[in-house]
Each structure stands twice: as structure tokens, then as C-alpha cells.
């Protein structure tokens, strides 16, 4: 059964930094791109950011420059690093095992950010 857990959001004041990480059971880790997408409320999910099997990296234009997407092959986990954030970076994020959304419209539990003074 695949499994992606999400972790590593919360509150933190414009222009600030998080680091979240999606762990990943189930398959194997080093042939799937890894995708992290995130839903605001109200709104579709969107992809922001992903990474091939060989760590080539794809970002949105809303998040270039300040997201950092990294892949550990040896603990099957993808991080997003995500710097100067901003109020309109506050949703739910999600991770995918591909660059585009599930088919099946089955999503992990997600991680919350929210940036907020």
C-alpha cells in the first residue's frame, strides 16, 4: 500500500522559513518523481513543486527563488524547503508520487502552513 505522510508545517510570521518533509512507503522510492502541491482554502490543489528520479527539480512561478525541493533516495523522503513566505502561501500542502495530481483524487492528510503576524 502506498503511503506518503506529510509533516513539518505551522504558524510562522511573513518571512519566515519551514522545512517539510513527505515520507514515503509502498513503492519503490527511487524510480518516482515526487510532487508537492498545496490547496488554499476554497481552492483546487496546485502543484508548486517537483523532482525527478535523478533530482532534477521543476517549481511554480509563485515559489521560485524561495521553495527548495531535495530528495533523500536513503530514507525515501522528499523535503521542501520554503523561505520567505508569504501570506498567500498559507494552505494545506500535499505530496504526490508524480508531478502531477493523483487520478484517483486520493490525497495524504496534508501538512498546514500558515503564515500569519
Known amino acids: 500500500q502506498v503511503q506518503l505522510v506529510e509533516s513539518g508545517g505551522g504558524l510562522v510570521q511573513p518571512g519566515g522559513s519551514l522545512r517539510l518533509s513527505c515520507v514515503v512507503s509502498?513503492?519503490?522510492?527511487?524510480?518516482?518523481?515526487i510532487g508537492w502541491f498545496r490547496q488554499a482554502p476554497g481552492k483546487e490543489h496546485k502543484s508548486i513543486s517537483c523532482?525527478?528520479?535523478?533530482?532534477?527539480?521543476d517549481y511554480a512561478e509563485s515559489v521560485k527563488g524561495r521553495f527548495t525541493i531535495a530528495r533523500d533516495n536513503a530514507k525515501n523522503t522528499v523535503y521542501l524547503q520554503m523561505n520567505s513566505l508569504k501570506p498567500e502561501d498559507t494552505a494545506v500542502y500535499y505530496c504526490?508520487?508524480?508531478?502531477?495530481?493523483?487520478?484517483?483524487?486520493?490525497w495524504g492528510q496534508g501538512t498546514q502552513v500558515t503564515v500569519s503576524s
Open positions: 504526490a508520487p508524480d508531478c502531477v495530481p493523483p487520478v484517483s483524487g486520493s
Open positions: 509502498g513503492l519503490t522510492f527511487g524510480y518516482y518523481a
Open positions: 523532482i525527478s528520479p535523478d533530482g532534477n527539480m
